[in-house]
Nanobody, 127 residues
Framework: QVRLVESGGGSVQAGESLRLSCVAS?????MGWFRQAPGKEREGVAG????????DYADSVKGRFSISQDKGKNTIYLQINSLKPEDTAMYYC???????????????????????WGQGTQVNVSS
């Protein structure tokens, strides 16, 4: 069992930046960030393989989102730059023993691929 705790969300203006954090209670083979806006499905935005540092991103956020880790703190981060109103969503940290981004063409995979989830941190972007 891996417990995930997110933080760092908030209400910002378009163009500003945020850094989200996710602290894990233990090691997870694969970790990622998902987001869910009201009325929309949960979508993956970034993933990382903690053991190798390999990362992947959804096409819609490439260039603005950056995922990183601090192994010593069992923490992953999501740096979000140039925030847009359409980035408004609840952002969730996810982890699991399987890693879709290691499978060619699988991208970040659907939420069902991840076993553990945090409670989410809300990001609101106003124009």
């Amino acid at each position: 069992q891996v417990r995930l705790v997110e933080s760092g969300g908030g209400s910002v203006q378009a163009g500003e930046s945020l850094r989200l954090s996710c602290v894990a209670s233990g090691y997870a083979f694969c970790m990622g960030w998902f987001r869910q806006a009201p009325g929309k499905e949960r979508e993956g935005v970034a993933g990382i393989v903690p053991g190798t540092g390999r990362t992947d991103y959804a096409d819609s956020v490439k260039g603005r989102f950056s995922i990183s880790q601090d192994k010593g703190k069992n923490t992953i981060y999501l740096q979000i730059n140039s925030l847009k109103p359409e980035d408004t969503a609840m952002y969730y940290c996810a982890a699991g023993p399987r890693c879709p981004l290691l499978r060619g063409g699988a991208g970040l995979g659907p939420p069902e691929e991840y076993t553990y989830w945090g409670q989410g941190t809300q990001v609101n972007v106003s124009s």
